[in-house]
């Protein structure tokens, strides 16, 4: 019972602290770039002011175009349930691996892509594509690096796989470095973050995820971009708590679970810290050589599962 | 008792196909008889298949009929009771499906007798095909149904297309069944007998063994669909009438794959691991290609039978870490390999019949089977969508639906390659994994197309606009299909558990962890290495919708959605041919994987005489053009050149006569 009302208390505090996150890193962006900035907090704001205006909606949208914000936020909500952030043995841990979890990603994304699609303009069907075509390259490349993580710690399972590595001693295997370089460059892509898309264009030659949501306002568009948030706060958690997973929590102690908080709240802002870095250097890929970017994910994440079978397997 | 139910069904099937003969000149009345006898012999066929899957027992019959020295062998196992099961729910939903399906054709030029005639006796074949348990009545049940099917999709002979569609499939069915034939031959040899219980004791040298499972999978794949096998299938589905494409493509492909378990399981037995490697990589070159042939096109049912060749490809790869498992002794995981392609047969025959079903009333509907001329059908017809959305979600392998549970099995499968002692094949097994997953991602942007061109958006033709929903009984049909989807996607657990009977035909210990956890869980290795509780994703999914929408409720109250038009960057009016087409869809895709097929392309920039402009593109296929193309030439070239010997002249041929005397007498003296 304790697990399952600290799970539910885990999924809450991932939903309410992720545009703190996008904010930080748009924040840490402005700074870097000699600007002002909004603060860390103005994505609650926005969000705030989204929920609090009229919703407009095509007339020929059908129910798919308002059924689907609700639910791409349920199955990111969802997702974040199943995300170890603080404690790990959480019985929603159980409910999907990792396996699922990229399943997940993938359901919300084909509603959004429907939803594109739904009211008939240009916009919408290219973003659908894009995002389409983008996903399909990358999902293969993320699997992969779960694939080599798997291998390694016998299990797809996000909790047995950090626990996994919280308990042998350390050991840089060479193939989480390729999984690890492979995925961080999967989740640029499918963040949606520069070089990949920018979140801050409305340029009809570059938008991808922004295109797709172009119809939607107020309520809709709140709980849309919410939801991008999610996705950027769940790949982030993941990717520092299964690489970098010291200082989660096995035992539900009060103190340990604040330790525990502190910690993950320093990677992940470390993490955002160093993608606006990375924003900031980098400018926004063409389309087409999206599929380079990805296949040099693929074939990081391949180096991984060879370098695996032939160093670290006995 | 399950082996009456099942002979019941055959019994219904063959009257279903040959009582409306009496009553030739009444469409009504050949309605009324044959399409409710079909749904006896469905539902017979779930009762009976179904009873000896869930008890797990086998039941024997033989039949003082057929060959002077070989008896009928009946044969109703889980294994093909199992398939029993498909059978027979496709064939139900097409009873219910068929009346209101058919009644476009009673006008056309054809009378309708044949459809329900061969319809009724393509069942039969497939029934018997499953029960046969000697390769005598197997091969009277396969030329049974492979020749109605051929004389179903050649039904609309007044099409130069489908007659050559029908001639390609009758051909290359042919040269399947012959491959069978040698198989069986091979298997007869060594067991002394056609009888199917002394094939599986006779003990094969690997050499031999290798032979009869090539030619098995020659021939089986033949009819399955594999790559380069697979050209039949493109042609031959979209010739078919749609709910005979549903019984093709939902369940006479699983016949196919039945027969290749059936042949490679049970009868060779003890499988070499080499062998699953080669179907390994047959299934990932299927899985693969098959999807990226399928992005490519624009007739909606020739796009769904090239994803039947991506499905099939996925059946096989789970066939193919079986066999590998079961080659280097790991029992359990090979049980995990068959139940995951078992599975997959399972959900495929649901929802691409339920694919098909929604495309039949798309075109009879709309008369457009041209994606590009389609468009905003959701709001005309909401039911059809509506199951067609569920059939695109699962075919994508999307939880919480039915297509993602068997291809999560398959990656489990695949994932415990590391238990092989062979490091070439734990490098190679992660990378089909990969092939897996790029397939799956894939199969989702093309139905994201599928779905977005045809239902979504703006009407693009005439016809299109004019659609409206079809009648009740397709409806119900539909309905009912997608609901099995969700099911079998919502309760994993207790499918695997039936599923297990099978595996334990062949791997004695099954796979105990799988559902040592109750309903909710699902853990095929064990709980600490993977877990999957289907029923709480969809109760989360639901309850997260639920709060999200309590919690804006008192918003919605206050701001109520405002109807207006689709923003049009304040240029005027949006219409359809705005829209972004099939074709510009996938072209990011066609761009990244171009060497993959043979494309003509051709545009003409608008000018002053074709304002319009024109594009023109053309996806054709390598397999045809270098495979059987040059194949075809060559056996007409020669055929040519032999022809010489055929000059007319009498002399020549006594000549013939005499010289072939003389060796026959040369050949006996020796």
Known sequence: MNGWLLAIVQTGLLIAAAP??????????????????????????????????????????????RSAPYLIFSVTALACSVVPLVAIGLPTTAIADVIVLVGFFALGRFFLALAGMDIGTSFGGMGASREMTIASLAEPAMLLGVFTLAMTVHSTNLASMISYLLENPFQLYPSFVFAAMGMVLVAVAETGRIPIDNPATHLELTMVHEAMILEYSGRHLALMEWAAMLKLMIYSVLLVNLFCPWGLVVDYTPPALLQGLLVVTVKVLLLGTILAFAETALAKMRLFRVPQYLALAFILCLLGILSHVILEVN | MPLNFALLAVLAAIASGLLPLACAKSNRAIKLLAFPLLGLAGLCGIIGGGLALLSGTSHRLILPVGLPWLHTHLLLDPLSGFFMVLVGLVTLVTAVYGPAYVR??????????????????????????????????????????????????????????????????????????????????????????????????????LGWGSAAFLLALVGFGLKAGLVPLHVWLPEAHPAAPSHVSALMSGVMLKVAVYGFIRFTFDLLGNPHWSWGLIVLFIGSISAILGVLYALMQHDLKRLLAYHSVENIGIIYIGLGLSLIFAGTGHPALAALGLIAALYHCLN???????????????????????????GGLIRRMPV???????????????????????????????LQSSVLSNNILGALIPVAAAVLALTGALAAACFVKVFGVCFLGLPRSERAAAACETTLGPRLGQIFLALLCLLFGVLPTWTVAQLENIARLFFSSGMPEATAHGWLWLTPVSSEVASYGAPLVLLGIALAWLLTWLWLHPRRRRFPVRIGPAWDCGFGPLNARMQYTATAFTMPIRRIFRPVWPITEEHQAPSAENPGGRYRLRVGDWAWLKIYQPIGRLLLGSARRLAMIQGGNIRAYLAYSFFTLLFLLLVVSL
């Not at chain 2, 979600?393 to 068997?406: D, K, M, Q």
């Open chain 2, 104 to 205: 476009e054709y009673e006008r056309g030029p054809q009378p309708l007798l044949p459809l329900t005639v061969f319809t009724g006796l393509f069942i039969v074949g497939m029934d018997l095909v499953l029960l046969a348990a000697d390769a005598f009545t197997f091969m009277i049940g396969w030329e049974l149904m492979s020749v109605s099917a051929y004389l179903l999709v050649t039904y609309q002979h007044q099409h130069e297309r489908n007659r050559s569609a029908a001639f390609i499939y009758l051909l290359m069915s042919h040269i399947g069944a012959l491959l069978i034939l040698l198989g069986y031959g091979v298997l007869a040899g060594f067991a002394d007998s056609f009888d199917f219980a002394r094939m599986a004791a006779a003990q094969l040298p």
């Open chain 1, 20 to 65: 703190f996150l996008a904010g930080w890193v748009k924040w840490v962006k402005c700074r870097l770039q000699s600007r002002q900035g909004p603060p860390p907090w103005q994505p609650y704001r926005d969000l705030h002011r989204l929920f609090g205006k009229e919703v407009v909606v095509a007339a020929v949208a059908s129910p798919i175009f």
């Open chain 2, 384 to 414: 059809t969508a509506g199951c067609f959305l569920v059939g695109c979600i699962s075919i994508s392998a999307l939880p919480p639906f039915n297509g993602f549970v068997s291809e999560w099995l398959t990656f489990q499968a695949a």
């Open chain 2, 348 to 374: 495929h025959a649901l929802f691409k019949s339920l694919l098909f079903f929604g495309a039949g009333v798309i075109l009879q509907q709309s008369r457009e089977h041209d994606l590009e001329k389609m």
